[in-house]
């Protein structure tokens, strides 16, 4: 199948992409995967002003299109003290995360990425599956520069995240910065 095949309207005139177009994206190379989808994800939640939409578009985009573990977001519900899971894709993830506490802890602490190769390596990790490997989690910023959220995506695979990820995520959040 060809990217034009991927990116062709399926259902609706009134949008040039739907969610129901399915992105076939492990068979690419891992920028050009990336590129799909970041295009994707924007012309499916162009005009779309609800974070909660978009948090669960882009954790279904992600799940079916790379195939990863568990995919999700851990939203601030106490600014510097606690993260609630949702929306996600996935086993059942861990409810609350208090910031500094696991990999998402951290991520949300150091207000920066993390990019965890092996997880059982991480000191406190928390295991909610554990059929995770490696894990990456991407913090996510409001049009004000505050910390809403965490992306979280974990992997049965070890190393399976890299620098590529990281910068192509962190691209793909920007979304909830948009003024």
């Excluded at 076939?24 to 995967?33: F, G, H, M, Q, R």
């Excluded at 909610?128 to 910023?141: A, G, N, Q, Y």
């Excluded at 691209?171 to 909830?176: A, E, G, S, Y």
Aim: charged share 20%.
């Amino acid at each position: 199948m060809t990217i034009d095949a991927l990116t062709r309207p399926v259902a609706s005139p009134e949008r040039s992409l739907m969610a129901e177009a399915a992105l076939d994206v492990p068979s690419l190379p891992k920028e050009a995967a990336y590129a799909l989808l970041l295009s994707h994800a924007g012309a499916v939640l162009e005009g779309t002003p609800d974070p909660i939409t978009a948090m669960s578009t882009m954790s279904c985009l992600l799940r079916q299109g790379f195939g990863h573990l568990w995919v999700g977001f851990y939203r601030v519900v106490e600014p510097g003290a606690l993260l609630r899971v949702g929306p996600y894709q996935g086993s059942l993830g861990c409810l609350e995360i208090r910031f500094g506490s696991g990999v998402c802890g951290s991520a949300a602490l150091w207000r920066k990425t993390v990019v965890v190769p092996d997880v059982s390596a991480f000191p406190g990790h928390i295991i909610c599956d554990p059929l995770s490997r490696s894990e990456i989690v991407v913090p996510v910023f409001d049009a004000r520069g505050e910390l809403i959220a965490v992306l979280d995506i974990d992997s049965e695979h070890p190393a399976m995240f890299d620098d590529v990820d990281a910068r192509c995520l962190e691209q793909l959040v920007r979304w909830f910065a948009r003024a």
